[in-house]
């Protein structure tokens, strides 16, 4: 416990299969914060879930066309058997993805599957050892 302090690093618990988005910081018009990355935790176990609660959401940013149906809401369905990562995302939406590819960095001992946006993103691995 003493290294968290030294470190000035906050340790905090995740459930094993999440997606967590990491935003580029634009100080002026944060609303407009693309994403850069998604981290996607391990799990020990077999899971199956959809992440529901946190979808990503594209809109411009300014107006309100998401009222319109004229944003895209993508909803990642996650499955993990073994060391296969399985990633599928429920569309909804007219709207269009960001410009930017956005990173999605999993554990290196792991096999990611992208089943459907997979032209939205890069794939890239990270050391993680599970606890």
């Given at each position: 416990m003493g290294n968290?302090?030294?470190?000035n690093?906050?340790?905090?618990?995740?459930?094993?299969g999440t997606l967590i988005p990491k935003l580029k910081v634009v100080f002026?018009?944060?609303?407009?914060?693309?994403i850069a990355?998604?981290?996607l935790?391990?799990?020990?176990?077999?899971?199956?879930?959809s992440q529901k609660n946190l979808p990503l959401i594209f809109?411009?940013?300014e107006t309100k066309d998401y009222e319109k149906n004229?944003?895209?809401?993508l909803t990642p369905h996650i499955k993990i058997e073994k060391n296969n990562l399985l990633l599928l995302f429920n569309k909804?939406?007219?709207?269009?993805?960001?410009?930017?590819k956005i990173i999605i960095k999993y554990p290196k001992d792991k096999k990611l599957i992208i089943k459907n946006c997979s032209n939205y993103f890069i794939k890239e691995t990270y050391n993680y050892i599970l606890e």
């Open positions: 968290y302090r030294s470190s690093k906050i340790p905090i618990i995740i459930r094993g002026n018009q944060p609303h407009l914060a693309s990355e998604i981290i935790f391990p799990s020990k176990s077999n899971i199956s879930f809109d411009d940013g004229k944003n895209l809401v909804i939406g007219k709207g269009k993805m960001q410009k930017e």
